[in-house]
């Protein structure tokens, strides 16, 4: 198997889409994990999967709006992140308004998904009727679409990873605070309200742009399992999130290997990887701590 | 529901000494639409002082402490806080040590005991400046004062209860405070637990003239080591040290949950009551009972 090795590397020379598929991967691998152990901790995957799966609302919304718009069009993901981004806000103000809030935070996110996946369902099967030629396959929206990446995506994920690593290096120290108990930052005087919707932002633009390339099934995923990992072999915030950023782009790019040497789908291809990663994870934290539980 | 009207001190010469630390005027809160959280509730908390909050569940005393925080904004009246409005309290605000309800910290945080303390640095060093020797060193000595000495790299979420509790003391004190907010801190600790805690309490209070306030259930222990005694059950009822606690006041302001509470506290409120005798009303407000 290790044969064929060279013949990966090789295409990767010799295709430059490939190269953008690769440097796509690791940066949407990059985001994605950075922000994970905070999601992780903060119990917000399911906010994050909830925003991954409103992406298909937006997606839906531009696509029935934006006549003869494609899937891949620029237009069509500054709406989707428009979209998105209200769906965001929404989740914000439910989540943080704690003991007066109208209604519990998961209910609200559950609400908030599916509507979006209903309106995404409708507003698609209206511009289907209108215009079936232009129509791309669902499958690309659930898994990406490694083939179709260009530049411009290229440039604007790696915009997103440097902006994610900026806000996590120069805040982390808030950010664990208000991981570690937000109403006790809060009576100390740390601005959470700027620090949630700050992260809340981050997560937006990651899921948006990340689904783009590598769909919103490898999204939720990466949100949480490099977090769940890097958590796990390491005891302090920042080396697990430089342990989670490491897995995120491992994983990707050898998911992407896989991907390219077995043909299977990249996105179940990379999932996976981090499933294994995520196993050996825990028998080296069962060896290090027998009595842990 | 308990209807009480609440006199405050008379501020007289008696009471012209020492600075209020907190001075709550008048102040009536509620969440949104809902009946009153809290109703004309008034009163001082001077330098060095030490005050209990009993009261049942429901009956104010977690908002009492984020009015006092600047974390609520009451919905008349004033909270005066170091003599200043506590929701506009600023840099100020790190002379405030709080110490919140369940401190319970999950197994597998990522932050040492040490992370844990230096947290009290954060909001003093403000944004884009991290904790240097000066902090770690204050973050020690914290820890020192509270006992902790040793546990520094161990993760914080597998230190006991009672040591947890000592932690978020630790925390509260890394920026000097002037006021300690504790809010419950001895529920869910055993009986030994609880000693060691008002001991604590009791000997960083002599050390850094700290001004104390703590709410909990534990009624003889504040009736031990707190100055006065507050019952806060929408409004507030005081009692100093000599008329502390007698079944009617709290029959009164517990209403319905007294019997087993008084099942329970019986025995120590008259071992108390034996070796301390009412010496009238040396100091501090009164309340009348209609």
Redo the contacts between chains.
């Keep these: 198997m290790s044969l064929d090795e060279p013949s990966f590397i090789e295409a990767l020379a010799a295709t430059p889409l490939l190269q953008r598929a690769a440097w796509a991967g690791a940066l949407a691998g990059l985001s994605c994990a950075s922000l994970s152990p905070l999601v992780v901790l903060r119990r917000m995957a399911f906010i994050g999967d909830g925003m991954a799966h409103s992406a298909f609302g937006g997606l839906g919304l531009a696509l029935f709006v934006l006549a003869g718009s494609r899937y891949e069009d620029f237009s069509v993901q500054a709406v989707t992140l428009g979209f998105c981004l209200l769906v965001a806000v929404a989740i914000g103000v439910a989540s943080r308004r704690g003991e007066a809030a109208a209604m519990a935070e998961d209910s609200a996110i559950g609400i908030g998904f599916s509507v979006s996946m209903a309106l995404g369902a409708l507003f698609i099967a209206l511009r289907q009727r209108r215009e079936p030629q232009y129509m791309t396959s669902m499958d690309t929206f659930l898994f990406g679409n490694l083939v179709n990446i260009g530049t411009g995506d290229v440039v604007l994920l790696c915009a997103v990873a440097l902006l994610v690593l900026a806000v996590l290096v120069l805040f982390h120290k808030e950010m664990l605070f208000y991981s570690f108990d937000a109403r006790l930052a809060e009576a100390s005087g740390i601005n959470t309200a700027l620090f949630h919707y700050l992260f809340l932002l981050l997560l937006v633009l990651t899921v948006v742009l990340a689904s783009r390339v590598v769909g919103i099934v490898l999204v939720s995923a990466s949100l949480v399992l490099p977090g769940v990992i890097g958590l796990k072999v390491c005891s302090r915030l920042v080396p697990a999130m430089v342990a989670a950023a490491v897995t995120g782009v491992v994983s990707f790019e050898l998911g992407l290997y896989g991907s390219y040497r077995f043909n299977v789908p990249p996105g179940a291809a990379i999932v996976l990887v981090q499933f294994v990663i995520l196993l050996l994870a825990t028998v080296l934290e069962r060896l290090r701590s027998p009595q842990a539980e | 529901m308990v209807t009480a009207m609440v006199h405050v001190a008379d501020p007289g010469p008696a009471h012209a000494g020492p600075k209020p630390v907190i001075d709550l005027r008048q102040v009536s809160f509620s969440?949104?639409s809902r009946p009153a959280v809290l109703e004309a509730v008034d009163f001082k908390v001077t330098d060095g002082e030490f005050l209990g909050l009993i009261g049942p569940n429901g009956g104010g005393k977690t908002t009492l402490l984020?009015l006092v925080?600047g974390?609520l904004r009451p919905h008349s009246g004033e909270v005066l806080v170091l003599g200043r409005h506590a929701i506009a309290l600023g840099q100020e605000?790190?002379l405030?040590g709080?110490v919140?309800q369940d401190?319970g910290?999950s197994k597998?945080?990522?932050?040492?005991v040490l992370?844990?303390a230096l947290?009290?640095t954060?909001?003093?060093?403000g944004?884009?400046r991290?904790?240097g020797r000066m902090e770690r060193e204050a973050a020690r000595e914290a820890l020192r004062q509270t006992g902790l000495e040793g546990l520094e790299h161990g993760?914080a979420g597998k230190l006991s209860g009672g040591q947890q509790q000592r932690l978020a003391i630790a925390r509260a004190l890394v920026s000097q405070p002037r006021l300690l907010l504790l809010d419950e801190p001895t529920s869910g600790l055993d009986t030994g637990g609880q000693s060691q805690l008002f001991a604590l309490l009791q000997r960083l209070r002599e050390q850094h003239k700290l001004t104390v306030v703590m709410v909990s259930h534990d009624v003889t222990a504040l009736a031990h080591y707190a100055d006065q005694v507050a019952c806060l059950n929408r409004t507030i009822h005081w009692h100093d040290r000599s008329e502390m606690l007698s079944e009617a006041v709290l029959r009164k302001v517990y209403a319905c949950e007294l019997d087993a509470f008084f099942i329970q506290h019986r025995q120590h409120l008259e071992e108390f009551h034996g070796d301390a005798a009412p010496a009238g009303h040396a100091h501090g407000p009164h309340c009348e009972h209609e």
């Design positions: 969440y949104g984020k925080l974390l605000r790190r405030l709080y919140p401190t910290i597998h945080f990522p932050a040492t992370d844990v947290m009290g954060y909001a003093n060093l944004l884009l991290w904790p993760l």
